[in-house]
């Protein structure tokens, strides 16, 4: 089956380190960490409890200011997507969008349920001691929110795989266009910090006491995150006929599933193994030629530990692995944006031609034998990947294509 | 004229290729076997009780199409039964549609994928987790819930059970996400992610999705009586089903080569998608269904006339049965029998993925349902079946599905080529 090329035209980030792709691109060069204490979780617990504390939160008073144009009832993270999706727009260099675009989020626990909504509805109904009473009307319906807005006849779809939901979702706006069953893609997620996720993570006794470390000796966990990004994907023939760079060519995408347990994946590594090999071979591409692995390294024990086997095996040890790096010691773990998010990274880091470093690294794990970028740095690389895991073992990886000589770093 | 722009330029779902249907599982209130589920469609007998699941609070409602003969057994069966009922359904239905299948499934883990679509998700659990975290101000709580708060929670637990190492996808599309389970699925088919799909659609009776449709005004018994017959004149909204229906989904020549037996084949898939509210099922820009129609034959390379029955997605609501006998008596003529298997089961959301096993029934073992209770109604143009009808042989059927926000999706199946 003859399979259209697709790029990456434009992107719309809403991010711990800032709004656009400039900013926080700058910011995560720059090592800086978004990850602090934050008093927004309503929690009456101890205070001084840290982990219970510490978030990657966006700037939430910025990014409402420009709310004036939405419906008053729009949920938060709608919200987020809207302005998300209004810049991937603009930065694609379009004035409006095809009419068959096809809409497609990755749902989350905040984007699907609308949680906070949710959770201030349940908390007046306890606090009145009365059973639910209502339910919000617009729950789970992101992806049609966002086709009405921009009035899109094109098919329209939530994919929730907890955090890998939202590179699953790319995948999916990859094969509609591939397949030429649309002609653009506006894909992205938008995850919120909420209670559910943060009490959840809490009681799992997976959330770091201070700023998470991916792939460092001490890591003790995760930081949450939140985030907005959207991503428009066309044709490059396309992209290439209103005369707009894009950032990167998609090659292809895998998913799979461990199937083992809930919340901890196949510590072999075989599983992950198998997938990027898929990725890989479904975008025809050889191991050795990727330049650059954005990994999902959340900073847990077991995760860090078996998708660094994973990569070991795929590629071999230390000097002959790719150069890797997570970002979530800058950003957190953005829950189901997290996977676009890493893509988006991936697509800055071909188009800038720079790697981003692994924030927060102090002591690299010395059984995590995997090169580990520990600051930006200039590269030639022309693959690169991004990795997404989740609860349940719904992983994705996603290939990406340098597709022109794209802008020099200037530091 | 009205009219779907994406139509107009020929953007709807899918090429040609068929798939066959090889292994079927039904959780639902007509039967939780396909033995069981058959019998009571040859039998016209529904699954109308009353509603004991929960209590609906300060709002008429008294019956509902639960199920309430349901056992998980075999293999774990114990712990299973300790699950939410989502995954209990979902684990029983994709075992029985495994079986049917016979595919190896333990020699290629990772060339089969799962695909569940659910309206609802777990959202009594949601709230039961929530309620106690806020309760207990995050002293009382089980944090071990928490995975299973999210979306995905049942399609892993499927995987999990039976050991599916392939793509593992949950889709929400509000009412319409069984369908869209079954064109992601036989996408995947098509561009080789997997070799066989199992793709299911499950929701469950629940207070919240009660309370959701309430607040919409789409239950039936609050502006007539409290009953579930499409079609019908006295029809005021719906009462609500739950289930899960799980169909094993093979490339049709695959599933010839390894010698299985077809059961029916999805010959061709369409959607259409319109701007809508999000609490609706229909807008002023009404989806062209010639256009939609047009397409689904196209792609199936059949005329008209090669349609022997058409499964409508009327859920007993004043607006989308009028819309959608419209739709199909002005396409099709008068004549083409209609039937609505919802009269069965209710409005079951996504276990509307069950529709399509009762047409896959249908035209495996030569025979239409009619619409339960149904007692005529002149204001319908089209030909709804009152009674069972039996045949020598049925070639092909379209189902059909609406969902809120805009999206109406239409199935061809076949009876397999020998």
């Given at each position: 089956m003859r399979r259209r090329e697709i790029c990456v035209s434009g992107m719309g980030l809403i991010t711990p380190l800032g709004t656009g792709c400039n900013k926080f691109w700058k910011n995560l060069l720059a090592g800086r960490s978004a990850i602090r204490t934050t008093d927004?979780?309503?929690?009456?617990?101890?205070?001084?409890?840290t982990p219970l504390h510490m978030a990657a939160p966006l700037d939430f008073q910025r990014i409402s200011g420009?709310?004036?144009?939405?419906?008053?009832?729009?949920?938060w993270g709608d919200r987020l997507l809207y302005h998300a999706a209004q810049q991937a727009i603009e930065d694609a260099g379009l004035a409006s969008l095809p009419t068959d675009t096809a809409v497609i989020i990755g749902g989350g626990a905040s984007s699907t349920l609308n949680i906070e909504e949710f959770e201030a509805q349940l908390a007046l109904d306890i606090a009145q001691d009365r059973p639910l009473t209502k339910v919000p009307p617009g729950i789970l319906s992101s992806e049609k929110i966002l086709a009405n807005r921009f009035d899109l006849y094109g098919p329209k779809l939530m994919v929730a795989t907890a955090c890998s939901s939202s590179s699953l979702a790319l995948g999916y706006a990859y094969d509609l266009i591939a397949m030429g069953e649309c002609s653009c893609a506006l894909v992205g997620c938008a995850d919120t910090l909420c209670q559910l996720t943060h009490s959840g993570f809490y009681g799992l006794k997976?959330?770091?006491?201070d700023r998470c470390k991916p792939f460092d000796e001490n890591r003790r966990g995760i930081s949450i995150g939140e985030a907005a990004i959207v991503l428009i994907l066309e044709p490059s023939e396309q992209v290439r006929q209103r005369r707009k760079e894009a950032y990167c060519r998609i090659s292809g995408y895998s998913a799979n599933c461990d199937a083992q347990r809930m919340t901890s994946p196949d510590e072999t590594g075989e599983v992950w193994l198998r997938l990027m090999q898929k990725g890989l071979e479904n975008a025809s591409?050889?191991?050795?030629?990727?330049?650059y692995v954005c990994a999902h390294g959340t900073g847990t024990v077991i995760n860090d530990l078996t998708e660094s086997k994973s990569i070991q095996q795929l590629f071999g040890t230390n000097s002959t692995t790719p150069p890797v790096s997570s970002i979530k010691g800058a950003v957190g773990h953005c829950m189901a944006a997290a996977g676009i998010f890493n893509c988006a990274v991936v697509a800055l880091a071909l188009k800038h031609q720079v790697l981003p470093p692994n924030t927060g690294l102090e002591e690299k794990d010395k059984q995590c034998s995997i090169t580990i970028v520990t600051e930006a740095t200039k590269a030639n690389c022309n693959v690169a990947i991004a990795n997404a895991f989740a609860f349940g073992g719904n992983n994705t990886c996603v290939v990406f294509e340098r597709c022109e000589k794209g802008e020099v770093y200037d530091g | 004229m009205l009219c779907l722009r994406g139509a107009k330029k020929g953007k709807f779902m899918m090429d040609d290729g068929t798939v066959a249907i090889t292994g079927m599982g039904v959780v639902s209130s007509i039967g939780t076997t396909i033995e069981a589920f058959t019998e009571s469609l040859k039998r016209s007998r529904g699954g109308l009780t009353s509603l004991n699941r929960f209590d609906p609070g300060p709002f008429h409602a008294t019956r509902s199409f639960e199920i309430s003969d349901f056992k998980l057994e075999g293999k774990n069966a114990r712990a299973l039964m300790r699950m939410n009922k989502n995954a209990q359904y979902t684990i029983a239905s994709a075992r029985a549609a495994l079986e049917q299948s016979g595919y190896p499934l333990q020699q290629n883990p990772y060339e089969v994928g799962l695909v569940i679509g659910s309206s609802f998700l777990d959202i009594a659990l949601v709230t039961k987790y929530m309620t106690d975290v806020l309760k207990s101000r995050l002293t009382d709580y089980r944090p071990l819930e928490f995975p299973n708060t999210v979306p995905n929670a049942t399609a892993a637990h499927t995987a999990i059970e039976l050991k599916i190492n392939g793509p593992n996808v949950t889709l929400i599309n509000m009412q319409n996400g069984a369908f869209s389970a079954v064109e992601y699925a036989v996408r995947m088919l098509r561009t080789g992610q997997a070799k066989m799909v199992f793709v299911g659609g499950v929701d469950v009776l629940a207070r919240e999705r009660f309370l959701h449709f309430q607040q919409l005004g789409r239950i039936a018994g609050a502006k007539g009586p409290e009953i579930h017959i499409p079609f019908s004149r006295k029809r005021n909204g719906f009462i609500l089903g739950e289930g899960c229906g799980m169909l094993a989904l093979e490339k049709a020549e695959d599933a010839r080569k390894r010698g299985a037996l077809i059961i029916a084949e999805i010959r061709s898939i369409a959607s259409a998608y319109f701007p809508c509210p999000i609490t609706e099922p229909l807008a002023a820009d009404l989806p062209n269904t010639g256009l939609l129609y047009n397409r689904l034959l196209r792609m199936a390379n059949?005329?008209?006339?090669?349609?022997?029955?058409f499964f409508s997605c009327a859920c007993s609501c004043r607006d989308i049965d009028a819309w959608e006998d419209d739709a199909i008596a002005s396409y099709f003529g008068e004549d083409l029998p209609v039937t609505a298997f919802s009269s069965f089961i209710g409005e079951a959301s996504d276990a509307s993925l069950l529709h399509l096993i009762a047409a896959g029934i249908c035209l495996q073992d030569g025979f239409l349902f009619p619409v339960l209770e149904y007692p005529g109604n002149s204001e319908m143009k089209s030909n709804i079946l009152q009674k069972t009808k039996i045949f020598d042989t049925i070639d092909s059927v379209i189902v059909s599905r609406l969902g809120l926000g805009g999206s109406y999706s239409t199935v061809l199946l076949s009876r397999p080529e020998i």
């Open positions: 927004i979780f309503k929690f009456p617990v101890d205070p001084d409890e420009a709310d004036v144009t939405l419906p008053e009832d729009l949920y997976s959330i770091a006491p591409i050889l191991p050795q030629d990727v330049g | 059949l005329e008209k006339l090669g349609i022997d029955a």
